[in-house]
């Protein structure tokens, strides 16, 4: 008899056992190959919508450039540089996006008298990489498309980064790493990876409690290298010193905006938060448009790096000579 329970329990661990890693590795790969937008369509969407405009990317100078990264693949950037300046902003695109999508922010700090870079995260349009990891491995890219910068422009370079959702976790992470930018730009990202994980099993799955998330973060941990619970804007938000501007928009339901308040609140130093009346997930600029921009150049001209503004100061005190 004791040897037939034995055998039962034996059984009953197996399969649960077996029942969680199924679990483990559906959850871990829902994270790391996470469904990407097609890419035409992303093109087909900026065009229509009038934010791409294939008439100035055709004359505007630029340059293509495949930039090695430490993670062992190389990550596709464009330099945009319609001007004679050594102010240029690195813009980066949230999960499931490309780079076609960070031509709207490119238009705007053109306007403002910037350069920019764009470039495609890994596993997303032309850089390689197998997986995504919400900004763990992306903070590295994104140091080499800054390390690349620095060589191209020379020690005269003033840089700042704009990040929009993943992008803005990414330009926080990066900025608790080693805050050399003049300032950072972060619309609409998340203060803890775990929690937004955890926030979106909620509220569009049946799954309530935290053990899908907690297999999914043991299981990324073993496939890729990393545990989701270091993937932290919030903590790295502590560490930056430089001017941060965070942006969100109220009726945000996806990336809460209770996620920026908090980091605003938490962040020391020079910071502002911009909260919009309209727009849903990532959608600030495209509903607020000419505010946005206003947003933007008023925090610039704050801290000192708008070369539009400064431009606009040298005529106006010229012509009142």
Known sequence: MRRRILQVSAAISSTFTLLATAAGILASNRLMYVKKKDEELILERETSAKRYDEVWYANVKKEERWIESENGYNVHAIFLEPHDTDHYVIICHGVTETKVNSFKYARMFEELGYNSVVYDHRRHGGSGGKTTSFGHYEKFDLKAVVDMLKEHVGPKLVFGIHGESMGAATTLLYGGMRDDAAFYISDCGYSDISEQILHVMQTTTPLKTPLALKLAGFFMKLRDGYHISTVSPREAVKLIEKPVLFIHSLPDDFVLPEMSIEMHGIKKGSKSLKLFEKGAHAQSFNENP????????????????????????????????
């Open 290 to 321: 000419a505010e946005y921009k206003e947003t933007v150049s008023e925090f610039l001209n704050n801290h000192g790096v708008n070369p539009a503004g400064k431009n606009k100061d040298s005529a106006l005190t010229a012509a009142l000579k």
